[in-house]
């Protein structure tokens, strides 16, 4: 087991290596899993030394990640799990939660989120991605983000959770909701990678003392980084996998990343591979990984077209199912 943590803002703290989980998307049929391969891939991780599990409501895979953490042997307090609350239940956070605590078969989640800060009306056309007649999304415009906010610091008090962050936040929507809470997100899980660093955002989440986590940090869908001749230049240099590099100049950075596989081989090296490159990699190595986008190849992978000006920088929406 790893013992390699970050603090969150609020006495707790976090593994900085988790397993990703969106690869094994369901729900809207895309990312199709194999039946029973997303709970062998959680017993291989664990069984492999991570202590961090990354979920959510929307990857309709809770109930193997569940059998997966019971296989694995690991006591149930050794393991760090998120999960995240979904744009439909804006208005029923709890209700979300305890969905997602029943079929993850524990009783309480260590980080939750807000999964986009898109409120969706529940009783639209589908149960996950509502539409207008026109065919944009059926957003609940008359529910304001800062009261998602506060629902979910009313589960912390009931301790139902232990922490509670946001995912796909800009600095825009983050001091929004700090117009009105009671409570500092501990995390902001986004899409950071070395075409999309956000150098900007990281900066602000890091002066607000909101630890950034990195999901799809090896580019999403059939891991297009791993290409990138720089970084593979740079694993050459030290020894290592593109794969370490790309994984080890995030955790240098002091983000938590989330590499998502169900190969085992994959699950293994992601997490050992990541550790060894975050001591390898030296200042002049990630001054040269940062300048990567910035000379060219800044490129985001997921930007659904939730027809809300989100605040990001760089976002031209061409994905409608993450």
């Given at each position: ?298 490129k985001r992978f997921i930007m659904p077209p939730w027809g809300v000006d989100l605040g990001f920088d760089n976002w031209t929406p061409v994905n409608p199912n993450k």
């Open positions: 087991m790893t013992s390699d943590l970050i603090n969150l803002n609020h006495g707790k703290s976090i593994p900085v290596i988790g397993l990703g989980n969106e690869l094994t998307h369901r729900r809207t049929g895309t990312w199709q899993s194999k039946p029973n391969e997303v709970a062998r891939a959680v017993e291989i991780a664990l069984r492999s030394g991570y202590r961090h599990i990354d979920c959510a409501w929307v990857y309709g895979n809770e109930k193997e990640v569940g059998e997966g953490l019971r296989a694995s042997g690991v006591p149930r307090c050794e393991v760090f799990i998120t999960s995240k609350l979904w744009g439909t239940y804006h208005r029923r956070a709890e209700e979300c939660l305890n969905d997602t605590l029943e079929k993850l078969g524990i009783d309480y989640l260590d980080l939750y989120l807000i999964h986009w800060p898109v409120p969706m009306n529940a009783n639209g056309n589908h149960p996950l991605f509502p539409t207008r007649p026109d065919g944009t999304r059926d957003r609940d415009e008359s529910w304001d983000i800062t009261q998602t906010w506060k629902s979910m610091e009313e589960i912390l008090k009931k301790g139902k959770v232990k922490s509670i962050g946001v995912s796909n936040f800009s600095e825009m929507m983050i001091e929004k909701i700090l117009t009105t809470a009671e409570i500092i997100p501990a995390v902001n899980q986004l899409e950071l990678h070395l075409y999309n660093p956000q150098h900007k955002l990281i900066a602000y989440l890091k002066s607000k003392g909101i630890v950034p986590e990195a999901y799809s940090p090896l580019g999403s869908t059939s891991s297009p980084l791993l290409e990138d001749e720089v970084a593979r230049r740079i694993a050459k240099s030290h020894d290592l996998k593109t794969s370490d590099v790309l994984l080890g100049y995030l955790l240098k950075k002091g983000i938590v990343v989330l590499p998502k596989s169900v190969t085992p081989e994959r699950i293994e090296s992601n997490l050992s591979g990541a550790l060894v490159a975050h001591k390898r990699l030296t200042a002049d190595d990630i001054v040269v990984l940062d300048n990567v986008a910035v000379n060219g190849k800044q």
